[in-house]
C-alpha cells in the first residue's frame, strides 16, 4: 500500500473511532440506557457526529483522498477509494449544522418515540417527526436528485435506486403475491393460537443464544441483548451485538434473533485486513437484508431447519409436545394479513413495505402532513392489507425508522426479499443438499458458500456488481416469486 | 456568561461528549463486552483518546482560555477558568502520541488483566505491566515534580498531595490502627461463616438494587450492571453507572453496591447548570472516595442501618433468619486480615492500601522490577498484614488500577476514609439525629446535608477548600481515627 493510501486510511481509521463510539451510545441507549440519560445523550452524540462530519469532510481529508486516488493501486485499494469518494460526495454536500442537528433530533426523538409508542400517543411524536421531516426534506435537497426527491433519500442505503426503480418492482411483485394471500386465505385458517402465551424469558433467551450460535454466529466476537424493536450493530468485526425481544408470540424471539443474526454473520465474515476500514461489512442495506432474511425465512421458516430443532424447542418448551413437526412448521409459516411488520409473514410483509414507501414518499415530498399520517396509515392497511390498526401502537408508531432520520430505508427490505432467494438459488448450484445440512443440524457448508461469495467481498464491489457476479444477473423477481410461490404450495398443500 | 466564557464552555462540552464516548466504551468493555472485542476498542479508545487530547491543548482551546482568563466573571465563570487552567497545564505536558499510547495499552492490558487473573498467571499480564510502568514514568518525567517521581502522579488525582503527605498519613495512624487490629485479634474469633455460601444471584441483585435506591440513588438517572472489579462511572450527571459483583461472600455485593452508590450520588447531585461542562461531578479522587466510604462504611456497616434493612434481607435470604442483628452487625465488622482490598474490614483496609502505596512508588522509582513485584507483594501482606497469599490471583493480580495505569490512585483511598468521617462529624452537628434516621430508614435528611454541602459544589472550590468550607479545618486524621476507636469498640465491647 503506497503512502497516500495509508495516509487515506489512517484518516479512516480516526473516522471509524468515531462512527464506532456513536455505535456504541446508540447501542446503549437502545439496550441499557436509563430513561433521563437521552437528553444528555442527544447533545454528546450530535457533537460527536458533528465532528465526524467535520474530519472527514476536512480540506486535509479530501487532499489525502486525492493523493490516494491518482496512485495505481490494487483492486482493494481501487475500492477503498471509490467508496471514500461515494461517502465524501455524500457527505460534502450536506452541511455540519444540518448533521448535527438531524443527529441530536433522531436521538431525542426515539426517546420520544419509545414514550409515544408505550403510551399510544402519536401527538406526543408528532412535533419531532414534523421536524425531522423537514430536516430529511433539507437532506435532500442537499444531495441532489434527478427526477423525485426521494431518489436522494433512497441512494444513500442503496447506491443507484430510485423511487421508480422501487415502484417498478412493487408493480412486478404484488400482483403474484396478493394472488397467492388469497388463495391461501381461502383454505381453513391456520391454528397458531398455540405459539400464543407467557413464555419463560431467560429460556427465550437461552434458546435464541443456542439457535444463533448453532447457525454460525460467534460469540466470541458478539452478544445478543435485548431492545423494544430489535437491531443489529457493530462495533468492528470483532464485536457484533444482536438484539431480539421476548413477547406472547414465541416466534417474536426466534425469528427476530435469526434475523438479526443473518445480519450480524455477514458483519462478522469480512476479511480480517478490512476491519475498521471503509472497506469492512455488509455492501448496501438491500444486500443486508437479503442476508437476513435467508437466515431467518429460508434456513429459519424451513422443514428441515425445524427437523433438527424443534425436538429441542419443545424440550425447553415442553408444552410444545404435543404438537406435531407439521403443526410448527405450517404455524410459523401462518399467512394472514396482519399490522406488524416486524412480526408479519413472509409473504404479507412485501405490502407492508409498500405502505411505508408509499406513505414516507408522501410525507417527503409535501403530499402528506404529519397531522394525516395516522389516518393515511390506517386507510392503507385498510386498503392493502384489510384490516385496520386499533391504535397507533399497533400502526404508525410501530417502526423506529422515521424516528431516527431514516427515510428511503424501508424499500431495502423488499429488495432483500427478492435478493435472498436470488443468492439462496446460486448457492443451491453449489451446495445442492441444504435440506439434509439443515436437517442435520450442519450450517456450516452454507455459512461457508455465504461467507466466500458475499460477506467476504466487504464493500469492495458495488451492490449492483456483487450481485452480478455472485448470482450471473441483475437483481429481478423471478428467483423470489418461483422460490416463495413453491414453498407456500408446498406448506398449504396447494397445486 | 461572557461571550469568551461561553465559547470556552462550548469547546469543554465538545471535550465532555468525547470523553462520554470512551466512558460509555469503557464501561461496555467491563461489563458486556465480548471477548475478542478488545483488540479493535483498544485501539478505537486510543484514537479518540488521541482527539480529545488534540481538541483539548488545541491552540484554539488555549487561546479561548486566555480569553476567557482575562474576563471579570462570578465565582462560578472563575471556577471554571480556574479548572480548565489546571487541566490545560496538566494536558499539554503530556505528548499524544504517549496519551494514546497509553490509553490504548491500558485497554488491551485490563483485557490480558482479566485472563491472568483468573488463570493466576502473572507472567501473562507482566509485559504489559512493564510498558505501563515505563509509560508512567514518561507521563511524570513530562508533568514534573520537586520531590519525588511519584508526586506528578498523585497531584493528578489529588490535587497538591504528596508522597511526603501520604508517608505522613500513614505515619499517623498505622500504630493506632495496629493496635485495635491488636486488641480485637486477641478476642474470640468472630464467626462470619453464615454469610458465604451460595447466594441466588438475581435475588443479590434485587436486594442491592432496593437498597441503594433506598439511600437515595435514582435509577431513572442511572442503573447497576456487573462487572469484574464493581466500579462507578457516568456520562452526564443523568446518567451514572454502577457495577456490582455476586460472589460466595454474600457482603461482596451489599458493600460494593452501597460503594458505588455512594460515588454515583455524589455525580448525581451537582447543580444541573454543571452537567457536561468542567465543573460537574466529584472534586477529587479523596473527597469522591470519602463519599463512597459513607455510605459503605458508616451508613451502610452501622447497627442503626441494619435496624432497618436486616429484617428485609432475612425475608430475601431465609437461611439467616436463626442469626440475630447483633451477630449480623458483627460479622460484617469482622476485623481480620485478609487478601482481597476491596473486600478488607475498614480496620485493616489501610494496610493494603499502604502496601499498594509502597510498591507502586517502588516500581514508578525503578527500586522494583515487575519480575520481583510478586514476591514483594507476598513479603508485605507477611509482613504488615502476617497473611500471605497463596496465589497472585488473591495477590498482586487484584485490582484493576495498574492494568488501567492508575498509578498515584490508591493513597486517595486512605484519604477518602480519613475525610469520610471528618465531613461525617460535621454532619451530624446539623443533624445530630443520624441514628434514628437510619433505624426508621429515612436517608434524606442526610443525603440532602451532603448534597448542600458537598455535591452541589462540584469543581468550584479545590479539594483543599472545600474540605476547610464543609468541615471548618484541614484533612487530618483526628475524627478518623475517634470514629473508627469508638465503632469497633461498641461493636467488640472493648474499654
Redesign the interface.
Known sequence: MSAALQALKERM??V???D???A??DW?QQT??????A???G???G??SR?RHEMFTADETQKLLEGAAVETGDDEATAMVRVVKRNMDLATKLPSDLVAEKSKLGSDSQEIWVQARAKNEFGLFAPYLQRMIELVRKEAECLGYKEHIYDALLDEYEEGATAADVRAMFDTIKDPQVDLIKQIGELPETDDSWLYGSWDNSKQRAFTEMLVQAIGFD?????Q?TAPHPFCTN?????VRLTTRFKDYLGSAIFGSLHEAGHGMYEQGSPRHF??TPLCGGVSMGVHESQSRTWENIVGRSRPFWQHFYPKLQEAFPELKSRSLDEFVKAINKVEPSFIRVEADELTYNLHILIRFELECALVEGSLSVAELPEAWNAKYTDYLGITPKTDTEGCLQDVHWSAGLFGYFPTYSMGNLLSYQIWNALQKDVPNTDELMAAGNFKPILQWLQQKVYSQGKKYTPRDLVLRVTGKPMGAEDYLEGLGAKYRAVYGLA
Chains 1, 2 share one sequence.
Open positions: 481509521m480516526d471509524n473511532a468515531l464506532a463510539a456513536t456504541v451510545m446503549d441499557y440506557m436509563p430513561a433521563h440519560g437528553s444528555a445523550r447533545e454528546q452524540v457533537r460527536l465532528m460469540f466470541g466476537r458478539g452478544r441483548d462495533f468492528s468485526m470483532d464485536d476491519d475498521r
